[in-house]
């Protein structure tokens, strides 16, 4: 039999403790990798890119339009209600807002500091918005059991109303989704693959005009299928949330050229396994 002194006993010791550590870890890399993910907060930064030539051409002809449709439904209403009315003083008024829009339109684009968050307690989500690090608006408390929310006072934080009312997703009418699964992304330790999502914006009212009904905004959004949960703090839409958990959301819109809205994961606390 063959005899090690001490030292070659502490060397192949060490070597065999090395490889069972070296087997545990990848063992648990491996079944880590695919386990479904609970989470407990999560947080996504808000922020605007403005192409400021291109953004001020498209809200500019999207003004005229709706000043030539405002111009149009006045008239018609006129016209049936056969009403003694100055069409010319009329459309002088509603020319005049042309610099008002012009204001409003330039205050929708502006970046603020901007956070999305939900916060998971059991059954229920606090969800909130704060920008410049203060709350803006009530907190939104979301019941996944009962699929409804209600709003809380940020004054005081007791006084709720809006109980029990049902939870609402978007309009899911139009909506295409491509997958793009080749093409990933790792997010805080999360493997990701892109997806790309048309939606039409649900307007709800059909006597909006026409340019109006038929808004459809873009979103490429990097998802995981690991996260199972349905309430989102900024995607609305339950056939995607039913399969995916998006991570990372850029929103750009047809008419309002220019503008590129993203949403980017800051901050992701996880249930212990």
Not at 263 to 268: D, H, I, M, Q, R
């Amino acid at each position: 039999m063959k005899k090690y002194n001490y030292q070659t006993l502490i060397k192949l010791l060490f070597l065999f403790l090395l490889t069972i550590l070296f087997s545990f870890c990848n063992a648990k890399k491996e079944v880590s990798k695919y386990k479904p993910i609970e989470i407990k907060e999560i947080v996504f930064k808000k922020s605007t890119t403005n192409d400021k030539d291109l953004l001020s051409k498209s809200m500019k002809d999207f003004n005229e339009k709706l000043i030539v449709e405002l111009k149009n439904s006045i008239t018609e209403e006129i016209k049936e209600q056969n009403q003694d009315s100055n069409l010319e003083e009329i459309n002088q008024k509603i020319d005049s807002l042309n610099p008002f829009l012009e204001m409003v339109s330039s205050e929708l684009f502006i970046s603020n500091n901007e956070f999305n968050h939900f916060r998971f307690q059991d059954s229920l989500i606090v969800s909130y918005v704060t920008i410049n690090n203060k709350i803006h608006g009530d907190y939104r408390i979301i019941n996944r059991n009962k699929n409804t929310f209600h709003y809380l006072a940020k004054i005081d934080s007791t006084t709720t109303y809006y109980n029990y009312t049902p939870y609402k997703y978007r309009d899911e009418k139009g909506l295409i989704i491509n997958e793009f699964r080749n093409e990933k992304k790792i997010i805080q330790g999360i493997e990701c693959f892109k997806i790309v999502v048309r939606a039409q914006d649900d307007i709800g009212n059909e006597e909006m005009p026409d340019f109006f009904q038929n808004l459809t905004t873009e979103y490429t959004m990097y998802v995981t299928e690991r996260i199972k949960c349905s309430f989102h703090p900024v995607v609305w839409y339950k056939i995607i949330l039913d399969k995916y958990y998006p991570l990372e959301i850029e929103e750009s819109n047809e008419v309002l050229k220019g503008s590129v809205i993203k949403y980017e994961l800051e901050k992701l606390v996880l249930n212990d396994y």
